[in-house]
């Protein structure tokens, strides 16, 4: 089954410690992308990237930092500097001229 | 920038009652429209898109939605909703000038009541 995973489901970090999230596709797709989503706000872009060991700063990026060494992975790390850390974090994919984006379960982060 | 409106945040409806929820994004020359549903603490699941050609898009699960270009709107339309349907409901523009990045609305959070 093709598809994105996401790890762990949830998470909880103590403040000021940095913290880092799995996003895995097997979809053989080229671009992937980190979005935050707080309650009533939709989701924001934090990072994406469209090739391997290349990505951008989404709309939201300060205190988060990405790497994409693989195709497969883009894992997201959220740094102490984050000040409002706690949220939902979704992992998407896509390829294709349609650029449809697939989803990830997602990663629910509580830091207190 | 490209910017999305639902401008519904939540929409209570009874089962079997048909239900509208409203998109309209910021004039551009040529955009991708998406509707995703998103059911809680889960990730989001495309229900339709719109690309190119015939302005009326079906989708998965009875729902459809219509394009239409000179009021940059793109509704979804369900004719008879389950309780099943309850979930939140996220419209998203992909703007091909700007790198086809998707920008999301705020998203419209149906209550389907038996």
């Known amino acids: 089954d093709g598809g994105i995973t996401q790890s762990p489901k949830y998470l909880f970090r103590k403040e000021g410690q940095n913290v880092t999230l799995s996003c895995e596709q097997n979809l053989n797709h080229d671009a992937m992308y980190w979005y935050r989503q707080d309650p009533g706000q939709g989701l924001r872009l934090i990072y994406y990237s469209q090739i391997v060991n290349d990505f951008q700063k989404g709309d939201i990026a300060e205190g988060y930092s990405v790497s994409r060494e693989k195709k497969e992975s883009f894992p997201l790390t959220v740094t102490s500097a984050q000040k409002n850390p706690t949220a939902f974090y979704l992992c998407?994919?896509?390829?294709?001229?349609?650029?449809?984006?697939?989803f990830g379960p997602g990663t629910r982060l509580t830091v207190t | 920038a490209q910017s999305v409106t639902q401008l519904d945040s939540q929409v209570p409806v009874f089962e079997e009652a048909p239900v509208e929820l409203r998109c309209n994004y910021s004039s551009s020359v040529s955009v991708y429209l998406f509707w995703y549903v998103q059911y809680p603490n889960q990730g989001l699941q495309l229900l339709l898109k719109y690309l190119s050609g015939s302005t009326l898009v079906k989708g998965i699960n009875g729902f459809e939605a219509e394009f239409n270009k000179s009021q940059t709107s793109f509704h979804l339309r369900k004719p008879s909703v389950h309780i099943s349907d309850t979930a939140e409901y996220f419209c998203?523009?992909?703007?091909?000038?700007?790198?086809?990045?998707?920008?999301f609305g705020g998203g419209t959070r149906v209550l389907v009541k038996p």
């Open positions: 998407a994919s896509s390829t294709g001229p349609s650029y449809e984006q697939y």
């Open positions: 998203a523009v992909s703007d091909r000038a700007a790198g086809n990045k998707l920008t």
